[in-house]
């Protein structure tokens, strides 16, 4: 029993270790030591003696993950052909309400969602609640609607979230990301806006330069009437001490 027992200890203690990889390549094995490699994302590790990552994921040379090409898509009610990385005018203000951490923007037709009247027209309406409140409603809510209605009901949505993406952020190039005609539309309301900021500055200049010619004009004649004034009691007083000056004698 002994014997048995000291040759079963024997082998269970002196099962062979499997031979040590030296080759240096990170992928390669040329000694035959390594086992299989799982995937193209593992790497040998030399000290571990395993392999390590986390497997492939197709990436690219940059590092980010690989993303196949699409076809141009058009929407369903505005026939907008739209590529892989453009977005609408509604996703885009969307994005930034995430970013300043306010709520979804809220759309409403002002028509109740059907055209009508001899025009056919389509009219909406967004709010862009602030994010400091719980609930719409409150005074630094911000409400846009187009002055005019269009005949798509896709293309009055967009045009309302077009006017407050000019007037949150109308620095940011939108015209990179959106599609015709809204990218079109986009510029145009720039340009105008831009027109319109230059003509109150003329207006303004104007008004300042008027005020400043007429105030120079004002003091000249107030200062020709003070001197007038001046030469008028001066001669009541003379004619004064005249008269004062005959009676004594």
Same mark, same amino acid.
């Given at each position: 029993m ?6 079963s ?7 062979k ?5 030296t080759?240096?390549?990170?992928f390669?094995?040329d ?19 395993e ?18 090409a ?5 929407t369903?009610?505005g026939n ?6 453009q ?10 309400c995430?970013?300043? &951490? ?5 759309? $409403? /037709?002002? =028509?109740?969602?059907?055209?009508? %009247?001899? #025009? @056919? ?5 967004v709010?862009?609640q ?11 809510d911000?409400i ?5 209605g ?20 109308p620095?940011i190039p ?8 809204y ?16 003509? &109150?500055q003329?207006?303004?200049?104007? $008004? /300042?330069? =008027?005020?400043?010619?007429?105030? %120079?004009? #004002? @003091? ?8 007038g ?11 004064t001490?005249?008269?004062?000056s005959?009676?004594?004698?």
């Amino acid at each position: 029993m002994g014997k048995k027992g000291k040759g079963s200890s024997s082998s269970g203690g002196g099962a062979k270790k499997s031979p040590k990889c030296t080759c240096e390549h990170l992928f390669k094995c040329d000694c035959g030591n390594r086992p299989e490699r799982p995937s193209r994302g593992h790497k040998w590790d030399p000290e571990k003696q395993e392999w390590g990552g986390k497997g492939h994921k197709q990436k690219g040379g940059s590092g980010q993950t690989s993303q196949v090409a699409k076809a141009a898509q058009t929407t369903a009610r505005g026939n907008t052909t739209m590529e892989q990385w453009q977005k609408l005018p509604s996703a885009l203000l969307a994005d930034i309400c995430k970013k300043e &951490k306010r709520p979804l923007p809220k759309y $409403k /037709a002002l =028509n109740g969602g059907h055209s009508h %009247g001899a #025009n @056919n027209r389509h009219l909406f309406r967004v709010i862009v609640q602030d994010a400091k409140q719980s609930r719409r409603g409150g005074d630094h809510d911000l409400i846009f609607v187009p002055r005019s209605g269009v005949s798509n009901e896709e293309q009055a949505k967009e045009e309302s979230a077009l006017l407050g993406l000019l007037h949150m952020t109308p620095t940011i190039p939108h015209e990179r990301k959106l599609p015709d005609p809204y990218k079109t539309t986009w510029l145009n309301a720039l340009a105008a806006k831009k027109e319109m900021m230059t003509q &109150k500055q003329i207006q303004i200049q104007t $008004k /300042a330069n =008027n005020k400043s010619s007429n105030g %120079g004009i #004002n @003091n000249s004649d107030n200062g020709g009437a003070g001197g007038g004034d001046k030469k008028l009691k001066a001669s009541t007083s003379t004619s004064t001490s005249t008269s004062t000056s005959t009676s004594t004698s």
